[in-house]
């Protein structure tokens, strides 16, 4: 599957922003989504995954502000970026792992997008 993020760009802090991830194929339907990040000098983190079936989990750091969501119907998944700080300035990644196996580790990821710059101004 081909990945494809969009969406990401400059925001002040408390605003919002959607970035968006359309993926190639048939088999949408098969994969975990997720979405990660990575800030200058850091490793890469997770940030939220959705499952085929709409199971959400969100990272501590965004509960409450970010929404994962998908359109199976369009090969889509969203990543609603709400009351965003200055620490979420980061590459946004999208992120497929095949298969129904819930996972939040980077490694266990197939498939990844090109990422998205997004940068939060203070």
């Known amino acids: 599957v081909q990945l494809q993020a969009s969406g990401g760009g400059l925001v002040q802090a408390g605003g919002s922003l959607r970035l968006s991830c359309a993926a190639s194929g048939r088999t949408f339907n098969s994969y975990l989504m997720g979405w990660f990040r990575q800030a200058p000098g850091k490793e890469r983190e997770f940030v939220a995954a959705?499952?085929?079936?709409?199971?959400?989990s969100h990272a501590d750091s965004v509960k409450g502000r970010f929404t994962i969501s998908r359109d199976n119907a369009k090969n889509t998944v969203y990543l609603q970026m709400s009351s965003a700080k200055p620490e979420d300035t980061a590459v946004y990644y999208c992120?497929?792992?095949?298969?129904?196996?819930?996972?939040?580790?980077?490694?266990?990821?197939?498939?990844w997008g090109q990422g998205t710059q997004v940068t939060v101004s203070s």
């Open positions: 959705i499952s085929w079936i709409y199971r959400t």
């Open positions: 992120a497929a792992r095949y298969g129904s196996t819930w996972s939040r580790q980077v490694r266990d990821y197939d498939y």
